[in-house]
């Protein structure tokens, strides 16, 4: 069955970075594409950005340039989400999700990562 | 690209049917079919409940369904239950290739 498995909480300063992984199982890893979601607490759902399924091309949502990297491994089936500069504000739960390449929609989702950003 | 608009809450009682809207613009909802919607449960991930405006995957219930009319797309939960409680969410494609959610709904049966 299609898991997506997402990496333990992290508590982190701000101005530090954090990268979470989401190990893909069940399914052709380099078929999908997998897209990157938070919510801040009290808060709705926000996109951050795409890795497309062969890790080629990266599109991120405005507010992430700069601050946000996407990169996957296909040897390990895992995409990796890595955000620098971390604020406050940066504390969310992150969720993965797999996107089949010109669906798009997420059929999938990871379980969610809390991500903790305090002094 | 600010989120696109949908109201903060909706009630109705068991068995009614309930329309959530959420609006955007022609350079997302009103420009593509690209529009699908997620339940969400706090402390669980978000569920897909309709794609490509009206489709529904497979083990949705069909009292979900979904339609759109210019920059507005729509959710309709029918036969309301308990169990529809929840947040839901809009997500369109826009057009500088990124996605935008919209605001959430929160869902309340009386």
């Known amino acids: 069955q299609v898991q997506l498995v997402q990496s333990g909480a992290e508590m982190k300063k701000p101005g530090a970075s954090v990268r979470i992984s989401c190990k893909a199982s069940g399914y052709s890893f380099t078929s999908y594409h997998m897209h990157w979601v938070r919510q801040a607490p009290g808060q709705g759902l926000e996109w951050m950005g795409m890795i497309d399924s062969h890790g080629r091309r990266t599109i991120y949502a405005q507010s992430f340039q700069g601050s946000l990297t996407l990169t996957r491994d296909s040897s390990s089936t895992t995409v990796y989400m890595e955000l620098t500069s971390l604020r406050s504000d940066d504390t969310a739960v992150y969720y993965c999700?797999?996107?089949?390449?010109?669906?798009?929609?997420?059929?999938?989702w990871g379980q969610g990562t809390q991500v903790t950003v305090s002094s | 690209q600010s989120a696109l608009t949908q109201p903060a809450s909706v009630s109705g009682s068991p068995g009614q049917s309930i329309t959530i809207s959420c609006t955007g613009t022609?350079?997302?909802?009103?420009?593509?079919?690209?529009v699908s919607w997620y339940q969400h449960h706090p402390g669980k991930a978000p569920k897909l409940m309709i794609y490509?405006?009206?489709n529904r995957p497979s083990g949705v219930s069909n009292r979900f369904s979904g339609s759109k009319s210019g920059n507005t797309a729509s959710l309709t939960i029918s036969g309301l239950q308990t169990e529809d409680e929840a947040d839901y969410y809009c997500?369109?494609?826009?057009?500088?290739?990124?996605?935008?959610f919209g605001t959430g709904t929160e869902v309340t049966v009386l």
């Open positions: 022609n350079t997302d909802v009103g420009g593509y079919k690209h």
């Open positions: 997500i369109s494609f826009t057009s500088t290739g990124t996605y935008v």
């Open positions: 490509e405006v009206s």
């Open positions: 999700a797999r996107e089949l390449p010109d669906s798009y929609f997420l059929d999938y």
